[in-house]
């Protein structure tokens, strides 16, 4: 389905793509990014709103974009530097973050108030990424340059994954993690995280925000069948 140019970007990925939770959506939507303008219209559109200046993440405070603060340093959060040590060798390329402490509390709440709003799990962390290049705020601007940033961006992919493995790993009590993105139109932060949860331990904001838990493995997926049919059509 095509996007409304019409409109934002952020808004029409909404109005024609409502649901992004599998690989199929995802290459959809991706599809249909290309068709309406591709990178640049939407790094024009990050530029507008503020997010976006010489190519970077803004992190200063009007617009405030959280992590894209955290990740950059300028801003830090109580007991995330001795976690995100605990991604060993990767903790030079990502950082890990964490919700607000009332968010975290009532990850198993069922009143309107907090579900939607409340953690996903009962263990519920970011990942973030140091690197503050626009091309990598959101899976769905990743490789659209060519095919160079597009297998840098699959093999960053590749380590957040193992990144993620070995933090749980290292953290006390987590259960069988899972791994989700959320993008652009329907992520709430105009930075990229990946979001950690404990898969053993859902809450019920999990399931009422299902519909825009992409998988860290279905972008995988899209991206290494681009890449594929880049090399492809060069023979």
């Known amino acids: 389905m095509s996007l409304d140019k019409g409109k934002e970007i952020r808004e029409a990925v909404i109005a024609a793509h409502p649901t992004v939770n599998d690989a199929k959506a995802f290459k959809a939507l991706r599809a249909a990014l290309r068709e309406y303008g591709g990178g640049a219209k939407l790094q024009e559109e990050l530029e507008k709103l503020g997010f976006v200046a010489e190519g970077q993440l803004t992190t200063g405070t009007t617009p405030f974009n959280v992590f894209a603060r955290v990740a950059s340093g300028v801003m830090t959060q109580p007991g995330m530097a001795e976690e995100t040590a605990k991604l060993g060798k990767y903790a030079d390329k990502f950082v890990i973050a964490c919700n607000r402490p009332e968010n975290d509390e009532?990850?198993?709440?069922?009143?309107?108030?907090?579900?939607?709003k409340a953690s996903m799990s009962k263990r519920?962390?970011?990942?973030?990424?140091?690197d503050l290049s626009w091309s990598l705020f959101n899976v769905l601007a990743f490789g659209l340059k060519d095919e160079g940033e597009l297998v840098e961006a699959i093999a960053?992919?590749?380590?957040?994954?193992?990144?993620?493995?070995?933090?749980?790993n290292k953290m006390d009590g987590w259960g069988r993690p899972g791994l989700f993105f959320h993008v652009y139109g329907h992520a709430s932060v105009y930075s990229l995280h990946m979001h950690i949860l404990d898969m053993d331990a859902l809450g019920p904001t999990y399931e009422k925000l299902k519909y825009k838990n992409l998988p860290a493995s279905a972008v995988l997926q899209v991206l290494k069948g681009e890449l594929t049919k880049k090399r492809?059509?060069?023979?």
Do not use: I, N, P
């Open 106 to 116: 009532h990850w198993e709440s069922s009143e309107d108030e907090w579900v939607g």
């Open 124 to 130: 519920h962390r970011f990942m973030l990424v140091k």
């Open 156 to 168: 960053m992919l590749q380590d957040m994954q193992t990144a993620a493995k070995e933090y749980t």
């Open 232 to 235: 492809c059509q060069l023979m």
